[in-house]
């Protein structure tokens, strides 16, 4: 399915693209701007950012990486060019209810936060240890079969511009953990707040994932708020993967 429809424009709410349903869901917890860092079927994915354009009040920036960055090295590439305050950050890949709004921005003495939830599985998650009571992680053991259930990263991530100054600053690290685990988890540099996730989340890998996405977890008639285009090279494929999954 993936070999002419990248992940983020996957059917999901019964036949929305995955990236249109995240558009919305950030503009509704008020983010103004929203970079999309695009490279797999690129034209695929812009095709479907200019459809959105007019439908959206939030502006939408795309960044193609012809040489993938990595997402440390695709956050750099904002923070350093684009200089905002602070950054939300988010894989593109997940399905999930959660109000974004609760992540915004990472609370005072917490230059960096990290959205978790609750996983029965640690091989395909980063899992974190966390002390409730300083709601701070002080533990991440990525992609460890015998970390056993628990609250995993929800790949959602925020910073303040303390924190990303520092990321401009970093060289020799390409992905968002490799920064946070020696940086927020084995020492006191940047610490790392929690934020619970308790609407669960799907990560869409698979195609019995794909289809579990497609019960609806918000109350947006998304049919009606992103109406299916009918220009673009990649409608065709995108309707033919939407019947497959949702008939």
Known sequence: MTDSLP?????????????GFWVNRLEAAGV???????HYLADCVESYVEHLRPLVSVELVVTRETSLLGSLGTLR???????PAGALVMHCDNYTGFNLSQALAPPPGYPVSVVCFHSEVSDSVGRLEIDSSAN??????????????????????SFDRVALDDIVGTQGADL?????????IQSERFSANVVYNTCGNIDIGTIEALRAAQTPVCDTDYQSYFPQPDLGS???SFSEVSCEVCP
């Not at 590439?77 to 200089?83: L, M, Q, R």
């Not at 992680?137 to 959602?156: F, L, R, V």
């Not at 968002?176 to 927020?184: A, G, T, Y």
């Open 234 to 236: 990649w409608v065709e």
């Open 32 to 38: 103004e701007r929203i970079f999309i860092n695009t």
């Open 176 to 184: 968002i953990s490799e920064w946070m685990i020696p940086n927020c």
């Open 77 to 83: 590439h904002i923070a350093a060019n684009f200089e």
């Open 7 to 19: 992940k983020c424009l996957m059917p999901v709410a019964g036949g929305v693209p995955l990236l």
């Open 136 to 157: 701070q992680i002080t533990g991440w053991m990525e992609k460890d079969p015998s970390a056993g259930p628990g609250w995993a990263s929800n790949a959602i991530y």
